[in-house]
């Protein structure tokens, strides 16, 4: 068994403000959602290779966002996470570090998308 996708949650007309987190700062692929589903709003993004990340952002209403549930993102190596938590940064988002080296055997931050759901980015130490 293996994780297809996590769900998070934006308000109403959130979705431009999800592009700027997902696709613009940390880099993800927006996919269309099925024709089915279109209609409900929100939108999906999925991470490059095989088996990718997938994150959908549906819309809530009403919207309260995810303050300690979170989706934990894995990447390769030290250099990919801090070219991550910079491009986050540029893009207007923060990247705290406060927990760092708090999980064994990697190390993270956490961030906030542009609703304030909580994030983690980790990748091995």
Same mark, same amino acid.
């Given at each position: ?32 959602? /099925? &024709?089915? #589903?279109? +209609? ?5 993004? !999925?991470? *490059?290779?095989?088996?990718? =990340? ?16 979170? /989706? &934990?993102? #894995?990447? +390769? ?5 801090? !070219?991550? *938590?910079?491009?986050?940064? =540029? ?35």
């Amino acid at each position: 068994m293996r994780l297809h996708h996590v769900q998070v949650a934006c308000p109403p007309g959130g979705e431009d403000e999800a592009r700027r987190f997902w696709r613009d700062g940390l880099g993800m692929t927006e996919v269309p959602k /099925p &024709a089915g #589903l279109a +209609g409900r709003g929100g939108c999906w993004f !999925r991470t *490059a290779g095989e088996g990718g =990340a997938e994150i959908h952002v549906g819309v809530e209403d009403p919207f309260v966002p995810a303050r300690k549930a979170h /989706p &934990a993102l #894995l990447v +390769g190596d030290a250099a990919e996470l801090e !070219r991550l *938590a910079a491009s986050l940064e =540029a893009a207007g988002f923060t990247a705290d570090w406060s927990e760092r080296h708090t999980f064994a055997a990697y190390q993270r931050f956490h961030t906030r998308d542009a609703h304030g759901n909580r994030v983690e980015v980790l990748a091995p130490a």
